[in-house]
């Protein structure tokens, strides 16, 4: 187990999908809530739910914490930094809530090499923006991006000097999001 933080974004407002994803079932009943925290359970041994409502996280997982976005509406960024500024931990591992397909197996890959840079997937010459491992050390590099104008996700990743982790196009659906209706009744058979 890495001694990583694992770190669920929980505060989008799921305007496509038209209620909050967390809450969402999969077809063997957990919410996507609970599905992301076991997965980042089976690699961390903490994890954070960053933004949404504290109400969401499930009650049967002991080993996260809540912690709201300090920047809200502002994106994953607000996530990332919340987690980094949260003082749980030096290392942290980002999922969004709506990746159904990743895996632990998938995710170590981010865990292995330099505990000091950025680590990223990338399909040919595509950043994968989530999952990424991000250390301590891309805080300020954070702070610049949220203080500026192009608040996106890749452009944290690139300004950040990442440690890229290429896999190969047939890997793409594993990094899938979930946003529409339509993409959960695809994706999870209900809806």
């Known amino acids: 187990m890495s001694s990583a933080v694992g770190v669920v974004l929980a505060g989008g407002v799921s305007c496509r999908m038209g209620r909050p994803k967390a809450l969402l079932a999969l077809p063997n009943g957990k919410s996507f809530i609970e599905h992301a925290l076991e ?113 996106s996700l890749r452009r944290f990743i690139e300004s950040a000097d990442p440690l890229f982790h290429n896999v190969p196009r047939e890997w793409a659906p594993n990094f899938e999001s979930i946003n529409t209706p339509d993409d959960y009744r695809r994706l999870c058979g209900v809806g």
């Open 39 to 151: 997965l980042l359970a089976r690699v961390t041994s903490l994890q954070l739910v960053a933004g949404g409502e504290a109400a969401w996280t499930p009650t049967g997982i002991k080993t996260y914490r809540h912690i709201a976005d300090l920047h809200p509406g502002q994106g994953p960024l607000a996530g990332i930094e919340a987690a980094l500024d949260s003082g749980f931990g030096t290392e942290y591992l980002v999922i969004a809530i709506d990746q159904l397909r990743l895996s632990d197996e998938l995710l170590a890959r981010l865990l292995e090499g330099d505990k000091n840079r950025l680590h990223s997937f990338r399909i040919q010459d595509s950043i994968v923006p989530l999952p990424i491992y991000v250390p301590i050390a891309a805080r300020g590099v954070l702070k610049t991006i949220i203080a500026g104008d192009n608040r």
